[in-house]
């Protein structure tokens, strides 16, 4: 049986935006999230597109740790200015806690934490749990 939720992005999509924003996107073996946060990872680099901020920041990889834990491992180039600081600042802020506060599986905000044993614990919204739990 497939995992539900496999502990990194489609493939399709990690081609997509491999092709949207080049170089700034980090290997795909560096990704490790849930495909429901596909959207607010793109959204990332859409605002540091938008922002013209790839030039001071990039992005190594995205780690999921636990349940609500998302690590974005970014740094700043040294030639970041101040501003590019400051603006790269606030739009990963932004998006990190979007990221931790959004269900696994679709990307809506969370509401329940799920321990079904064996499995790997999950940060869900109420729809994917009873969903999910109706799957049992």
Known sequence: MSEPFPLHPDRAWYDFMVARYGDAVPPFEHLQFRRGLHTIVGDLFHDLDIADRFHAYSVHGINTLAPGVVVIDARFSSAATRADKHMCNRILERIQERLCEACEHCGREASV?????????RLLCRECYESWRDDD
């Open 113 to 121: 934490l799920v321990d079904k044993g064996d499995d790997p614990i």
